[in-house]
């Protein structure tokens, strides 16, 4: 009797312990959004498996893959846990596709200022209109999918912060990209992992843009910290962002690593994902309006080079 008291028991919990695998399970869909020339442009859809049946709308998360506008895969698989992450969590997140321009052209084209910054201005413009296609694939299928269309939450790494951040930009300043997406849209947030704006001069907001979080290692080569200005043209980094958006009293969550190059476009999606749902629980879905700032220090990082000029970005892009 009690051997086989004790097997129903084994039983039961190995039942138990299925039931929460299959509950967790992500299920995950390609879908192609848009063709240009040659390029096909797709996306990933993850969701959490019993979600699917769910009759309330869902978050989504849009994210960006980074690559310097040269490469990247929005399946990567460094990515692949984090986006698991935000499904069990309860977002839907898809995974976008965009073109790479620099990848189509000669380094002897940019590897001046002038051409650098033309090539650059090219590539993020063509990037940013493929992201806000996916963001109209994504209203356009909003009830199939049963999420919230104003509740969608755009991301990046890198590039892809640049882009997700440029859309936000475009969008506040009412510009033509703004014109491709329905009307008074905006993002619910925007989270950069090393990203940038593009601008003609100083960056300027006509309306406040919606909550930002930003990382960013102040040592960063890749992607500048501040800016790095080219006559006109300006990447303008989290940090230059951070002052305006304080200026402005608008909410964001900025996350320095002070030492740290550019694994801050990549090792918060590991190492940052509490932050990051607090951020999106308090900021955005909230709407808490608060300025928070977290400075990470190694005390045995004492001497760094953080001065970068628009040549040594340059550099690093080719």
């Not at 879908?31 to 240009?36: E, G, L, Q, R, V």
């Not at 969590?89 to 033309?118: C, H, M, N, P, W």
């Not at 991301?155 to 640049?162: D, E, L, R």
Request: include cysteine; aromatic fraction near 12%.
């Amino acid at each position: 009797m009690g051997k086989r008291f004790i097997f129903i028991l084994m039983a039961c919990s190995l039942l138990s312990i299925a039931t929460v695998v299959h509950a967790q399970h992500i299920d995950k869909q390609t879908y192609t959004f848009a063709i240009k020339k040659a390029d096909t442009l797709k996306l990933d859809k993850y969701v959490m498996i019993d979600q699917i049946q769910g009759t309330q709308s869902k978050p989504v998360i849009l994210f960006a893959f980074g690559g310097g506008f040269k490469g990247g895969r929005r399946d990567n698989p460094d990515y692949i846990s984090y986006f698991h992450f935000l499904a069990r969590a309860g977002y839907v997140v898809v995974s976008t596709d965009y073109r790479t321009q620099l990848k189509d052209i000669d380094k002897s084209e940019y590897s001046d200022l002038q051409g650098f910054s033309s090539a650059l201005q090219q590539a993020i413009t063509c990037a940013v209109e493929d992201f806000g296609d996916a963001t109209n694939y994504i209203i356009e299928h909003s009830v199939e999918w049963q999420i919230n269309p104003a509740q969608i939450i755009a991301c990046g790494s890198s590039a892809g912060a640049i882009t997700a951040l440029q859309a936000e930009y475009e969008i506040c300043n009412q510009t033509a990209f703004a014109d491709r997406l329905p009307a008074n849209f905006n993002y619910a947030g925007v989270i950069s992992f090393s990203g940038a704006i593009c601008a003609n001069g100083i960056p300027k907001w006509i309306m406040s843009p919606c909550p930002l979080m930003l990382f960013h290692g102040d040592a960063d080569s890749t992607v500048p910290f501040t800016k790095a200005v080219v006559e006109e043209m300006g990447l303008w980094g989290s940090n230059f962002i951070c002052m305006q958006l304080k200026e402005k009293e608008t909410a964001y969550y900025f996350y320095i690593a002070e030492g740290i190059g550019h694994s801050l476009s990549y090792s918060p999606m590991k190492d940052n994902r509490h932050d990051i749902l607090s951020f999106l629980n308090r900021l955005v879905l909230g709407k808490e309006k608060r300025c928070i700032t977290t400075v990470e220090k190694n005390p045995e990082i004492s001497r760094y080079k953080s001065d970068f000029t628009i040549e040594d970005y340059i550099e690093d892009v080719n």
